[in-house]
């Protein structure tokens, strides 16, 4: 894992976000995303510098649009967010979180999660 995913990590793993289980380096249909949560179908990517050239954005791109078909959402951050803004990852994580909430009613909901938060 890169510093930036191992940082992000630290904010997801022993279900410590809203009782979410988050799995690192999941592998779904071909493709291995850096960390996936499957009550949200939610993945995370955390895009360093190699993400930066013209190939591996097609590849990405690629293998996006193939989860997505599959039902999976997405949500990106660049690894000098995660290294430097965190504050502000965890509330783009956590209003993307809220939105899969308030579209699918039928996702169980864990204990901790504060219903308050879809008013």
Not at 18 to 38: A, E, L, P, S
Not at 63 to 90: A, C, H, P, W
Request: hydrophobic share 40%; with cysteine; proline share 1%.
């Amino acid at each position: 894992m890169t510093f930036g995913e191992v940082l992000l990590w630290n904010e997801l793993k022993n279900d410590k976000f809203w009782g979410f289980d988050f799995d690192r380096q999941r592998c779904i249909d071909n493709y291995i995303v850096d960390f996936y949560c499957k009550e949200l179908m939610l993945a995370i990517e955390v895009d360093g510098m190699s993400h930066n050239f013209e190939e591996a954005f097609l590849k990405d791109d690629i293998r996006q649009k193939r989860l997505e078909n599959l039902g999976v959402k997405f949500i990106r951050f660049t690894e000098s967010e995660v290294k430097y803004d965190m504050q502000n990852v965890i509330r783009g994580l956590e209003g993307v979180i809220i939105d899969i909430v308030r579209s699918d009613y039928s996702i169980k909901l864990p204990k901790e999660f504060d219903l308050s938060l879809l008013d």
